[in-house]
């Protein structure tokens, strides 16, 4: 038994957490002991930290398990080439049967590698004789481990096809894995396989038929050896050289005999099977064809070609589609992740025909074939299924239910019955709902934007006991959720903790999937955690590298990531992102801002009518303080006394350009230009509003009692002081700044997309970024959607006066002074 202590910075800002980590090492594995380096904690921050014990078990007999991808990718061999050297094919092909079934198991040893969080003590040590209570306990604990183990196996051929099981009309169009059959016995298929090469080219095409359904009853232990067996590659040699010969229904018995074995997705007799398929489309009919496409999924084979052909069947006879066929359809257009636009928009009058028919898991398979696809899917549409599953939700199954969320997600669907009663229905299933589900369930909370407590809480709770089911993406997609809504649980150092390692023990995984470490570290950014291990790990030029190699635009998360921290962690000392990138992405993100974001109209007419209220535009700047957040600031310097402050010299210089070119640039024309048409207001009146506050420079200050209670406003004009030291018809922006204290202003022009769905709580990002603009001195100043976007249809003097009352804000100018 060897203890180490390691300190690690973990995981917010000033807070540390001691790991004690006890880890058992056999003796006959005959290794050193690796060192173990200590790192001391930054000391600037003088409060006591909070620290924790926790005991890591057994990490050397950590597990990953590797699943093969479901779909392999066929050779294309073509069927005269296939018998030619079908013998050597199969053969080549059969020996490599063994290592494509075998579940491959890789133990980890790499120090990161820890193993699951669970217990908080360290396992007893076996004694030879232990009280029949304690049997009884481990006997129930190994009972509810394998029970939970049980619970979270996911399938992800098998769980899709639940849905097939609620009408006996599916046996005809697809594959029945719980159908009956006589097992037989080892004697018959010696016999049959004894035959085989003693009448080889003389059986009949009924005869190999029959032959192959009799051999894939064979008991399944038997099945691999079948497919190295000399006899069976000669059957199926005669099954491809005869190939025509077969009626349909024979060979689709021979490709369900193919499923039963499991051979090979890249076997020879597959591919003279599927090009044989191809050419007989035609002649088939519906039933048979989703069939076939049935089996071609079960034996996990690509089949481009021929499921091109069959929605080509199916965009001429979609029409006549029964219930069972339409919902097949759409099952294999989800599994062949090929979406055809225009049989998609036909079939979404068929969900309308049929919705109210469909059984709750049917609809939960339309909607998972509809996301597979990335078919897009009308509003209309999308709101009437939801309102099917908002009435029945309770009797639906949560599999179900998570297949509809993953398409509301994908579609953006605020549907708030659905939503709420997600809220009512959804907290008690969580703590038997696998993982991946309950991920998905947090990911479209998220994605919409909708905060509910009690889903998040009842997450929170489950999540630590099931955290080393996650793969990188799950724990990737909890840290992002709960980062995004902003949503920090009862048991937040358990839960931030469990993620934070199981990202560590996932680290391998970041290699291929490097845009679920960047997503987890934003989750975690947003909430002011910043783990120090996996960020230096994330802003390295190998991983940077990674990152640009992506089929993801991923380095505006990094752009993110690394200013963060520049910001927030003063005392970190890992890799930093290059100069270079920070250029680069800030000139991107800039470009996009001024053609998306610079000119939206609540914006426009703020900066307007800022510029008019405090003396022209070297007053206030329209850009982003800080481009990592992608979001605008109005820029306002004011005095400690609360007068203006001009600085922005590149934005007067371009207006007094304009000006000297004979442009007079009045509100009606900017509004003329931006929205395409004129103010409501007389040309003369906007004139003489816009030039009201330079003519009250001479003016003294409003004093700031007066503002007590809300915007004041004087005759017809606001009142504006002018800065100290400046003289009428100077350019206020060069006049020296004569205080050398002031506030720096960010005000925030917010909308509906930097909150959550129907509420004033704030998104992650933008307390990031609210957050990170206070550390650097400024003050926040908000101008709320629910008061800015009212106002923007009254008249001028009420939102000058609204503004007014803003920018100086007595409680502010108090505050600051």
């Not at 965009?315 to 069972?324: C, R």
């Not at 998905?440 to 909708?450: D, K, M």
């Not at 400046?726 to 909150?755: D, E, F, K, T, W």
Request: charged share 25%; net charge neutral.
């Amino acid at each position: 038994m060897a203890t180490v202590l390691i300190r690690r910075r973990f995981p917010r800002l000033s807070r540390v957490t001691t790991f004690l980590t006890t880890a058992k090492f056999k003796a006959e594995s005959g290794s050193n002991e690796s060192k173990q380096e200590e790192e001391n904690p930054e000391t600037s921050n003088s409060r006591p930290e909070s620290t924790a014990t926790i005991q890591l078990l057994d990490p050397l007999d950590y597990r990953v398990l590797y699943n093969p991808s479901a779909y392999a990718k066929s050779r294309a061999a073509s069927q005269q080439n296939a018998a030619r050297s079908c013998s050597q094919a199969l053969t080549d092909d059969s020996t490599s049967t063994g290592t494509s079934q075998v579940q491959h198991t890789f133990t980890a040893t790499s120090a990161q590698a820890l193993p699951p969080v669970r217990n908080a003590l360290p396992k007893p040590k076996p004694h030879l004789i232990q009280p029949i209570p304690a049997q009884l306990s481990a006997a129930q604990t190994m009972k509810k481990e394998i029970e939970m183990e049980k619970a979270e196996m996911h399938d992800s051929k098998e769980d899709p096809r639940v849905f097939q099981q609620g009408r006996p009309e599916y046996k005809s169009l697809s594959y029945d894995k719980f159908e009956p059959i006589e097992t037989l016995s080892l004697e018959e298929g010696d016999l049959i396989l004894h035959s085989i090469p003693i009448s080889k080219g003389s059986h009949s095409p009924g005869t190999v038929t029959d032959y192959f359904c009799k051999l894939s009853c064979l008991p399944v232990e038997r099945h691999a050896g079948l497919m190295v067996d000399p006899r069976f590659n000669t059957l199926c040699c005669c099954a491809i050289e005869n190939i025509q010969s077969f009626s349909t229904s024979e060979l689709t018995d021979i490709l369900k005999a193919c499923v039963r074995l499991v051979v090979p997705p890249t076997h020879p007799v597959l591919n003279a099977c599927e090009s044989e398929f191809c050419r007989r489309v035609w002649d088939m009919n519906l039933d048979q064809l989703l069939l076939v496409a049935d089996c071609w999924r079960c034996l996990g084979r690509s089949v481009p070609s021929y499921l091109s052909i069959l929605f080509s069947y199916a965009n001429m006879h979609w029409t006549e589609l029964t219930l069972p066929q339409f919902v097949q359809l759409v099952y294999i257009i989800g599994e062949g992740r090929k979406s055809p636009a225009d049989l998609m928009q036909k079939l979404e009058s068929v969900i309308l025909k049929y919705l109210d028919s469909c059984t709750l898991e049917e609809v939960g398979a339309i909607c998972l074939g509809l996301f597979k696809s990335v078919s897009g899917i009308s509003d209309h549409v999308m709101r009437k299924i939801a309102d099917r599953v908002s009435l029945e939700m309770e009797d639906m199954g949560t599999y179900a239910l998570v297949n509809v969320l993953k398409m509301l997600r994908y579609t953006r669907m605020d549907h708030l019955p659905l939503l709420r009663k997600l809220g009512k229905v959804v907290p008690a299933r969580i703590p038997t709902t696998n993982i991946q589900g309950i991920m998905h369930i947090t990911l479209s909370c998220s994605s919409l934007h909708y905060y509910d407590e009690g889903i998040l809480a009842a997450v929170a709770a489950s999540l630590p006991s099931k955290v080393s089911y996650c793969r990188s993406k799950d724990a990737a997609k909890f840290l992002w959720s709960f980062g995004c809504l902003d949503y920090e649980p009862p048991n937040e150092e358990e839960f931030y903790s469990s993620l934070i390692e199981q990202m560590l023990r996932k680290r391998h995984e970041f290699e291929k999937f490097p845009e679920h470490l960047l997503t987890g570290l934003l989750g975690l950014a947003f909430v002011k955690r910043f783990p120090e291990e996996l960020i230096d790990y994330a802003l390295r030029d190998e991983f940077v590298h990674k990152v640009r190699g992506s089929k993801y635009e991923l380095r505006k998360d990094l752009f993110t990531l690394g200013k963060s921290v520049e910001i927030e962690c003063p005392g970190y000392r890992g890799s930093r992102l290059s100069p270079h990138l920070y250029e680069e992405m800030t000139e991107i993100v800039l470009n996009f801002a001024e053609q998306e974001i610079f000119v939206r109209p609540e914006i426009v007419e703020a900066v307007s009518l800022l510029k008019s209220m405090l003396g022209g535009p070297e007053y206030v700047k329209n850009h982003m303080i800080l481009p990592h957040t992608r979001s605008s600031d109005l820029e306002v310097h004011l005095a400690m006394d609360g007068h203006p402050i001009p600085f922005n010299s590149s934005d007067a210089v371009a207006d007094k350009k304009l000006k000297d070119i004979g442009v007079s640039l009045t509100d009606d024309l900017m509004a003329q230009l931006i929205k395409g048409k004129s103010n409501s207001q007389s040309s003369a009146e906007v004139e003489t509003e816009a030039a009201a506050p330079r003519q009250e420079w001479n003016k003294a200050p409003t004093p700031r009692a007066s503002f007590v209670g809300g915007p004041v406003t004087t005759g017809t004009r606001l009142q504006v002081a002018a800065p100290s030291g400046s003289c009428p018809g100077a350019s206020p922006s060069l006049v020296p700044l004569q205080q050398p204290q002031g506030i720096r202003l960010a005000i925030q022009v917010s909308n509906r997309n930097h909150y959550c769905y129907l509420s004033k709580r704030l998104l992650g990002l933008h307390c990031l970024k609210r957050r990170q603009l206070k550390q650097l001195g400024y003050v926040v100043v908000e101008l709320p959607f629910w008061e800015w976007f009212p106002l923007l249809k009254r008249t001028r003097l009420e939102k000058l006066s609204y503004l007014h009352y803003k920018v100086f804000n007595p409680v502010l100018l108090s505050k600051a002074g």
